[in-house]
């Protein structure tokens, strides 16, 4: 007799990030917060996130997770502005992405991320590099000749391994 057993878990189906950062993009331009350097913690608030600071361990970042029917957003108080930066744009990124897959993610610093298996951490972090350092723009600033990683890290207010990573993503050769 065969039995038939209902699937408890559902297969994770792949996340067209693409469209999702096309469709925020669009609502954030439509309510003006598409800036350079974008103005993170407005854009969570705008999203319905609330975004609280925090003493972690400096190997954590952050974490998202929903408490009640709220989103909370916590980041490692000791970090520096611009990573609280990008860990925003991080958890953000969870939200638009895999919050209906489950209900919190605790994160690692980016360094230590990187070799995470896990496909929704490099989700997470291409959504938020574009979100944080959009790729027309970046590409506009190295074309004007923008080209000293610490001066496009300053202009986007990110650290200068987050630029690196992104200017390396996008194609560019950085001589270190
Ligand atoms: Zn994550």
């Known amino acids: 007799m065969a039995i038939i057993r209902k699937q408890l878990t559902q297969p994770a189906?792949?996340?067209?990030?693409?469209?999702?950062?096309?469709?925020?993009?669009?609502?954030?331009?439509?309510?003006?917060?598409?800036?350079?350097?974008?103005?993170?913690?407005?854009?969570?608030?705008?999203?319905?996130?609330?975004?609280t600071e925090e003493p972690m361990d400096d190997d954590l970042s952050g974490y998202l997770e929903r408490r009640g029917g709220t989103w909370v957003v916590g980041v490692n108080a000791?970090?520096?502005?611009?990573?609280?930066?990008?860990?925003?744009?991080?958890?953000i990124a969870h939200f638009m992405l895999h919050s209906a897959?489950?209900?919190?993610?605790?994160?690692?610093?980016?360094?230590?991320?990187t070799a995470d298996p896990n496909p929704m951490e490099r989700e997470a972090d291409r959504f938020a590099a574009e979100l944080i350092m959009p790729a027309p723009m970046v590409r506009e600033l190295i074309g004007s000749g923008v080209t000293s990683l610490s001066a496009l890290a300053e202009r986007f207010r990110v650290s200068a391994l987050a630029m690196k990573y992104r200017v390396q993503n996008l194609g560019y050769q950085v001589n270190q």
């Open 13 to 51: 189906a792949p996340v067209d990030t693409r469209q999702a950062e096309v469709d925020l993009h669009t609502r954030l331009a439509a309510a003006g917060l598409l800036t350079v350097p974008l103005n993170v913690q407005a854009v969570a608030e705008y999203l319905g996130l609330e975004v």
């Open 78 to 91: 000791f970090h520096h502005i611009n990573r609280k930066r990008f860990t925003i744009a991080h958890e």
């Open 101 to 113: 897959r489950q209900a919190s993610f605790h994160d690692r610093t980016f360094s230590r991320r």
